[in-house]
C-alpha cells in the first residue's frame, strides 16, 4: 500500500512564498506520477500539477508561472514550490498518486492514494 505523507502549509503574506513536500513510501517512486490538489472551503477539490514519472509535469492554468512540481527520487519526494501567492490560493493542499506506472490527468478519481493534507493560508 502506498503510503503518503504531505507538510509545509502555513499562514504567508500575499506575494510571499511556500514550498510543500510530500514523501512516498510502498512504491518505486521512481515509477509513481505525483500530483498536488487543493481544496479551499465550500470548493470542490481541484487540479494544481502532476509530475509524471516519465520526466513532465503540467499546471492547472491558475496557478502555471508561479507554482512549480519537482522531485527527488532519491528522497521519494515530490514538492509544490509556491511563489506569488494569492489570498484565492488559500486551501487544504493534498499530494496524491495513482496506481503505479498510470499517467493521470487532472481529475481526482484518477487518483489512488491521497496525503492527509496540509493547510495553506495566504492573507491579504
Known amino acids: 500500500q502506498v503510503k503518503l505523507v504531505d507538510s509545509g502549509g502555513g499562514l504567508v503574506r500575499a506575494e510571499g512564498s511556500l514550498r510543500l513536500s510530500c514523501v512516498a513510501s510502498g512504491s518505486t517512486f521512481s515509477r509513481l506520477s505525483m500530483g498536488w490538489f487543493r481544496q479551499a472551503p465550500g470548493k470542490e477539490r481541484e487540479f494544481v500539477a502532476v509530475s509524471w514519472h516519465i520526466g513532465t509535469t503540467y499546471y492547472a492554468d491558475s496557478v502555471k508561472g508561479r507554482f512549480t512540481i519537482s522531485r527527488d527520487n532519491a528522497k521519494n519526494t515530490v514538492y509544490l514550490q509556491m511563489n506569488s501567492l494569492k489570498p484565492e490560493d488559500t486551501a487544504d493542499y493534498y499530494c496524491?498518486?495513482?496506481?503505479?506506472?498510470?499517467?493521470?490527468?487532472?481529475?481526482?478519481?484518477?487518483?489512488?492514494?491521497w496525503g492527509q493534507g496540509t493547510q495553506v493560508t495566504v492573507s491579504s
Open positions: 496524491a498518486a495513482p496506481q503505479s506506472g498510470r499517467l493521470p490527468r487532472t481529475r481526482a478519481d484518477e487518483y489512488a492514494y
